[in-house]
Nanobody
Framework: VQLQASGGGLVQAGGSLRLSCAAS????????MGWFRQAPGKERELVVG????????YYTDSVTGRFTVSRDNAKNTVYLQMNSLKPEDTAVYYC???????????????????WGQGTQVTVSS
């Protein structure tokens, strides 16, 4: 599975950005996709995830209420709408594909089978 991510950039605190990630190849019909992020000196963390099997979602606590993950089944694309951005959201964001339809398994980066190229999100104060 190949992932092509787009979006990201520089925005002021309180602003919004939208990330997109399209999957191609033999994805099957039951899998999960989401976004990890990694800030300098920190570990990569799962931000959001969504299951293609049942639409269930995961949000890390720090983004709940501000970020929204959605999917387009026909396009095999996952979207991340980021609102009310904060400087602490600054990181490189990586799209991820996991062959399990259970979104809970996305929390372990070792289970990720495909990664996008990473896109920088910078939020200025």
């Amino acid at each position: 599975v190949q992932l092509q991510a787009s979006g990201g950039g520089l925005v002021q605190a309180g602003g919004s950005l939208r990330l997109s990630c399209a999957a191609s190849g033999r994805t099957g019909s039951s899998y999960s996709m989401g976004w990890f992020r990694q800030a300098p000196g920190k570990e990569r963390e799962l931000v959001v995830g969504i299951s293609w099997r049942d639409g269930s979602t995961y949000y890390t606590d720090s983004v709940t209420g501000r970020f929204t993950v959605s999917r387009d089944n026909a396009k095999n694309t996952v979207y991340l709408q980021m609102n009310s951005l904060k400087p602490e959201d600054t990181a490189v964001y990586y799209c991820a594909w996991n062959p399990s339809g259970d979104v809970r398994y996305m929390g372990d980066p070792a289970r990720t089978r495909s990664w996008g190229q990473g896109t920088q999100v910078t939020v200025s104060s």
